[in-house]
């Protein structure tokens, strides 16, 4: 009875983030964690005739431009506790260097999608690490706001080395998440806890919220 009960507890907990199987490698951490998003001309044009966030937004009901819009999602991976990963906005952080981003950097633009999807991330890779991503929206996906924000949230993710993931309601990485699911939810913020940890040594604790599957002696 033991072994099937840690048997279907396992399954449960292997229900949630995925990350790719090469896992993190762009040129972060503690003491260099900062990534770049570099907006195409194109979609500094965007604007919306309304904020159609819901209600626990963080911007619902504010007038916004687009570069508001944009640092409100990278502050969305920036304000994850425990994590040390940091996005700026290369239109309105003042340290943004061209020299220094030029293997950090996620490169946004409207353009075609394969199938139905509404954006598609490219990694780019030079011997086996991440030296950039290339995110393309769909420009009907990006007609709404809150399209634009659950859609461009998630393919970020996926340039930080997420797959969907395997939860159905916790996740913004997940293709079944509903339309007022916009932002990062518990199943991302601790994949990216995981990936991008302040304490390495924390991260390898394996947690059995004090239970056990092995045999007492």
């Not at 951490?29 to 500094?44: A, F, G, H, R």
């Amino acid at each position: 009875m033991k072994k099937i009960f840690c048997l279907i507890f396992l399954l449960f907990l292997a229900a949630g983030f995925r990350v790719f199987p090469n896992g993190n490698s762009w040129p972060v951490d503690t003491s260099n964690p900062k990534l770049w998003l570099v907006i195409c001309p194109e979609m500094t044009a965007l604007t919306w005739s309304s904020n159609d966030l819901p209600a626990n937004d963080p911007i619902y009901n504010q007038t916004v431009n687009f570069n508001q819009v944009i640092d409100s999602i990278a502050n969305d991976f920036v304000n994850v506790p425990n994590s040390f990963i940091q996005i700026g906005n290369s239109a309105t952080d003042g340290t943004y260097n061209t020299t220094i981003a030029a293997q950090r950097s996620i490169n946004i633009c409207l353009g075609s999608t394969p199938g139905a999807s509404g954006g598609y991330a490219t990694l780019r890779t030079e011997s086996g690490r991440t030296v950039g991503c290339d995110i393309k929206m769909s420009a009907t996906r990006a007609s709404k706001l809150k399209w634009f924000v659950s859609t461009l949230t998630h393919e970020i993710g996926h340039c930080l080395g997420f797959d969907h993931s395997q939860d159905t309601t916790h996740a913004i990485m997940s293709y079944f998440h509903d339309d007022e699911t916009n932002r990062l939810q518990i199943d991302d913020k601790m994949g990216l806890i995981y990936m991008y940890p302040e304490n390495a040594n924390q991260a390898k604790e394996s947690m059995t919220f004090g239970l056990s599957c092995s045999p007492r002696n």
